[in-house]
């Protein structure tokens, strides 16, 4: 039996930030997901996966970091450390950081996320985490570095979908990790990213009550996949030690 039930995807489509008179069905799936972040955390953690939840104190957060909309789904959020989201987001320009929180969508992330059609678990790179999307992009431009990242890709499930659109919904436009049999296809595919406007995101949609997605198998899975969307995430990830930004500017990308 699936630990997410239909009831509980179809009670999310009510989520909304700031709303507290919730039916049983979204309570249920809340506390579902929070005890997913409670079995799955200190497993990353223990493995050396330099991931923090966007909210310590308020694991399960009403948002996404494909969307600025705040309804319509649950997420697990997981990025750098506060300490590293604050040094970046100043390098960004935006000082006022540790008085007004983490913005998400201003960093790499990996979420876990219920929809009343999926459950989704994807690494997303948006345009307002303009920083980290210029060190990718320059990084994409070194021949090397760009095959190291499609052997990463190669890792993942065939059925991983990779894309650029905006929001919670499942888009027609992507292409599957399975459908990338020679690196001329990951190419022409990058190629098409504008940084600056696109949402970089690669994940699994699963739909609701799938077999992999069992009240014993679950843990697993999730556990399995965010390891695998690390890989990507490290990649991508500016740090003092993964700098190419200088790399994007030196190949005169539009942002």
Not at 20 to 29: F, I, L, P, Q
Not at 91 to 99: A, K, P
């Amino acid at each position: 039996m699936a630990l997410f039930s239909q009831d509980n995807h179809t009670a999310v489509q009510d989520v909304a930030a700031g709303k507290t008179d919730y039916v049983a069905d979204v309570e249920t799936t809340v506390t579902k997901l929070s005890d997913l972040h409670e079995a799955i955390y200190p497993n990353l953690s223990n493995n050396g996966l330099d991931l923090h939840p966007v909210k310590p104190n308020n694991n399960v957060v009403f948002e996404s970091a494909c969307t600025s909309t705040k309804r319509g789904m649950i997420s697990l959020q997981y990025m750098r450390s506060r300490t590293q989201a604050i040094r970046v987001e100043r390098l960004m320009g935006r000082d006022e950081t540790s008085n007004n929180g983490i913005d998400a969508r201003r960093h790499p992330v990996i979420e876990v996320r219920v929809t009343p059609s999926f459950l989704t678990v994807e690494l997303i790179l948006s345009p307002y985490a303009w920083w980290d999307q210029q060190n990718f992009i320059g990084k994409q431009s070194v021949d090397r570095h760009r095959q190291r990242f499609y052997e990463l890709l190669l890792r993942l499930d065939d059925e991983t979908k990779i894309g650029f659109w905006r929001g919670i919904q499942l888009e027609e436009v992507y292409v599957k990790v399975g459908q990338m049999k020679s690196q001329r296809v990951w190419n022409e595919w990058i190629d098409t990213f504008d940084p600056g406007r696109d949402w970089f995101r690669a994940g699994m949609w699963y739909e609701p009550e799938t077999d992999e997605l069992s009240s014993d198998n679950i843990q697993n899975e999730l556990t399995r996949q965010i390891r695998g969307m690390y890989n990507l995430y490290e990649d991508v990830i500016w740090s003092s030690n993964n700098n190419y930004r200088e790399f994007y500017n030196a190949s005169g990308s539009r942002y």
